[in-house]
């Protein structure tokens, strides 16, 4: 083993202590808030009306487009109908997951509606790993199980 001497010691441990030392004086990088809007369009293709599967197209301004699979439950028959669901959603920038709560109108005569939610995000892959986002929609559902949803948020990355 080559013996260092102490003024070599010292040249190698000094960038090291400055590179610490400047970490500690401007802190780890900082998260920031981004506010983002979205449209989904989806379709039902499992289930029932009280539980089932959907799969959506997506149009994020943070993220850009993206599709995914969402799981729900109602909780309630009468109307108005609430529920809640489960999402993944697949960006180029990784996997975003979520949690909404809803409501849905009473349908028309031809099987139309409208419904509300909030949700948040409960994790994922890529930017989507630990940030933090709220947001709430609206939108419109029909009888064959087709849903438009706008949503609109905030993240914290």
Do not use: W
Request: with cysteine.
């Amino acid at each position: 083993m080559p013996h260092l001497s102490r003024r070599s010691t010292s040249l190698v441990i000094a960038p090291i202590a400055a590179v610490l030392a400047a970490s500690v004086a401007f802190g780890a990088p900082t998260a920031k808030r981004h506010a983002y809007k979205e449209s989904f369009v989806s379709a039902q293709i499992s289930g029932d009306l009280t539980a089932g599967e959907d799969v959506f197209k997506v149009s994020d301004t943070l993220n850009g487009p993206g599709a995914g699979v969402q799981k729900f439950t109602l909780d309630t028959t009468t109307s108005p109908m609430t529920g809640s669901d489960t999402t993944r959603a697949y960006f180029a920038n990784g996997i975003s997951l979520s949690r909404d709560t809803f409501t849905l109108t009473t349908p028309d005569a031809n099987g139309a509606g409208t419904l509300t939610g909030k949700g948040q995000c409960t994790g994922g892959t890529g930017v989507h790993r630990h940030e933090k986002c709220s947001y709430t929609f609206t939108g419109t559902y029909d009888a064959a199980g087709h849903v438009r949803v706008s949503v609109k948020g905030t993240a914290i990355r």
